[in-house]
């Protein structure tokens, strides 16, 4: 049968930001290798600035209740000035302080890192420090990245897609008339047009299931692993499968010259001494 190997779907990951803005910085390039967690690219987005200045706008305020609700504790002290004054301080600085935490949150689900975010509250990053982080969920190899430096992307839009390569699937296409034949559990050898004259073996996971109308050819499905720290097999890799439906068995077997026979019946004579 006709083979080709597919990404599994569990290995193949789509990344995109969850603003629109415009690229600020590319790292990667189709055809590279990453590692889970590393960054691929940075977005500039206008809502992040809205966000940002939520954040120091709750952060001054948190400022402020702070010092009115530290006065107010001193002067009802001494009082000075009624306990409800000091109550109504204390709320407020309650209040500023989930805002804070809110903006603070609103930017660490956007992949911002906490220190990011500490340097733009302290003054020592510019009002455009804050970027969108883009980063890969996994290790693999990035397949797809139609991007440059100042394009304008939309929220939700397919960005990168990255794939991990270490097992591949089997795309087995099998006649309809050999349907009876394939089973799960079967091996498989496989042949690849970029490596003639070399096989590697594979097993009937997912048997046949439907057929197509038009072709009338049935799926089954197999699942091969790439050599450690290498990526010799690829998706879209195309060659013959061939599916053993019965394996050899083990038989008793003697020479023929053993036989003797008197027309009707034949015989072996055994030498039980010698083959105890």
């Given at each position: 049968?006709?083979?080709?190997?597919?990404?599994?779907?569990?290995?193949?990951?789509?990344?995109?930001?969850?603003?629109?803005?415009?690229?600020?910085?590319?790292?990667?390039?189709?055809?590279?290798?990453?590692?889970?967690?590393?960054?691929?690219?940075?977005?500039?987005?206008?809502?992040?600035?809205?966000?940002?200045?939520?954040?120091?706008?709750?952060?001054?305020?948190?400022?402020?209740?702070?010092?009115?609700?530290?006065?107010?504790?001193?002067?009802?002290?001494?009082?000075?000035?009624?306990?409800?004054?000091?109550?109504?301080?204390?709320?407020?600085?309650?209040?500023?302080?989930?805002?804070?935490?809110?903006?603070?949150?609103?930017?660490?689900?956007?992949?911002?890192?906490?220190?990011?975010?500490?340097?733009?509250?302290?003054?020592?990053?510019s009002s455009a420090s804050l970027l969108v982080p883009l980063k890969s969920p996994i290790?693999?190899?990035?397949?797809?990245?139609?991007?440059?430096?100042?394009?304008?992307?939309?929220?939700?839009?397919?960005l990168f897609e990255v794939n991990d390569l270490a097992k591949l699937w089997v795309k087995?296409?099998?006649?309809?008339?050999?349907?009876?034949?394939?089973?799960?559990?079967?091996?498989?050898?496989?042949?690849?047009?970029?490596?003639?004259?070399?096989?590697?073996?594979?097993?009937?996971?997912?048997?046949?299931?439907?057929?197509?109308?038009?072709?009338?050819?049935?799926?089954?499905?197999?699942?091969?692993?790439?050599?450690?720290?290498?990526?010799?097999?690829?998706?879209?890799?195309?060659?013959?499968?061939?599916?053993?439906?019965?394996?050899?068995?083990?038989?008793?077997?003697?020479?023929?010259?053993?036989?003797?026979?008197?027309?009707?019946?034949?015989?072996?004579?055994?030498?039980?001494?010698?083959?105890?």
């Amino acid at each position: 049968a006709y083979a080709t190997l597919v990404t599994p779907w569990k290995q193949q990951y789509f990344v995109s930001s969850q603003l629109s803005g415009k690229i600020a910085a590319l790292h990667v390039v189709p055809g590279e290798t990453v590692e889970p967690g590393q960054l691929l690219a940075e977005i500039s987005s206008p809502e992040l600035e809205t966000l940002q200045l939520e954040l120091r706008t709750a952060s001054n305020e948190l400022k402020l209740s702070t010092q009115q609700a530290e006065r107010l504790r001193g002067l009802v002290e001494a009082q000075a000035v009624p306990g409800r004054d000091y109550l109504e301080a204390a709320a407020k600085y309650e209040q500023d302080q989930n805002a804070l935490r809110i903006a603070e949150s609103k930017l660490l689900s956007l992949g911002i890192s906490k220190a990011a975010i500490d340097d733009a509250l302290s003054g020592k990053g510019s009002s455009a420090s804050l970027l969108v982080p883009l980063k890969s969920p996994i290790g693999g190899i990035v397949s797809h990245a139609d991007l440059s430096i100042g394009k304008i992307v939309a929220a939700n839009e397919h960005l990168f897609e990255v794939n991990d390569l270490a097992k591949l699937w089997v795309k087995i296409g099998i006649l309809e008339r050999d349907i009876a034949k394939i089973k799960k559990g079967q091996r498989v050898v496989l042949e690849f047009s970029a490596f003639p004259h070399e096989s590697v073996e594979a097993v009937i996971t997912v048997p046949v299931m439907e057929v197509d109308p038009v072709t009338h050819v049935v799926t089954a499905w197999a699942e091969i692993d790439n050599p450690a720290k290498a990526t010799k097999y690829l998706p879209g890799m195309y060659g013959t499968a061939k599916v053993v439906t019965s394996e050899p068995t083990k038989l008793l077997s003697v020479p023929a010259s053993a036989l003797l026979g008197t027309g009707a019946e034949r015989y072996v004579l055994v030498e039980v001494a010698a083959t105890a």
